[in-house]
């Protein structure tokens, strides 16, 4: 009987903090909505290194390119400037040549919000759909929710 390898790798989803600037608050003291995105992808910067990449190796790659093609945000609770916030990412889903990446941002108050990513695979030269590389894919399965 065979396994499927991505559930004998199974790993909890990827955990880190951060902690808002007083630079990311507007006049009200509420985070400036937008740097969610930024908070999201420097998850996804550590994200990458514990899945198995060197930061070189993902973001500096001739033979693809992996975009961001679209993005949301759910916004719960406002976010406070000097506050720190738990960031869980996981895979959402994968199709043929992308990617959905979760981020659930959270503290002792509750979730403050959740944001999604999805990352389409790209040949590096001709800028066509590629499909998801292989070993892509069995680093982020384990991931996966």
């Known amino acids: 009987m065979s396994t499927n390898p991505s559930q004998a790798t199974k790993k909890a989803p990827?955990?880190?903090?951060?902690?808002?600037?007083?630079?990311?608050?507007d006049?009200?003291?509420i985070m400036y909505f937008a740097n969610?995105?930024?908070?999201?992808?420097?998850?996804?910067e550590e994200f990458i290194?514990?899945?198995?990449?060197?930061?070189?190796?993902?973001?500096?790659?001739?033979?693809y390119m992996i975009p961001i093609r679209f993005?949301?945000?759910?916004?719960?609770?406002?976010f406070k400037p000097g506050q720190e916030y738990q960031i869980e990412v996981s895979v959402e889903s994968f199709s043929t040549?992308?990617?959905?990446?979760?981020?659930?941002?959270?503290?002792?108050?509750?979730?403050?919000?959740q944001v999604k990513m999805?990352?389409?695979?790209?040949?590096?030269k001709?800028?066509?759909?590629?499909?998801?590389?292989?070993?892509?894919?069995e680093r982020l399965e384990a991931y996966l929710e």
Not at 49 to 63: H, I, M, N, R, S
Request: with cysteine; proline share 6%.
């Open 97 to 113: 040549s992308s990617f959905v990446m979760k981020y659930l941002f959270s503290s002792p108050l509750g979730l403050h919000a």
């Open 118 to 124: 999805v990352h389409s695979c790209l040949d590096q």
């Open 71 to 78: 993005t949301e945000a759910d916004f719960k609770i406002p």
């Open 36 to 44: 969610i995105f930024s908070l999201a992808h420097d998850a996804f």
């Open 49 to 63: 290194v514990a899945a198995g990449y060197k930061w070189e190796e993902w973001f500096k790659t001739d033979l």
């Open 27 to 29: 006049p009200a003291q």
């Open 14 to 25: 990827f955990q880190t903090q951060v902690r808002i600037k007083f630079r990311e608050g």
């Open 126 to 137: 001709t800028k066509q759909k590629i499909p998801v590389p292989a070993l892509m894919r």
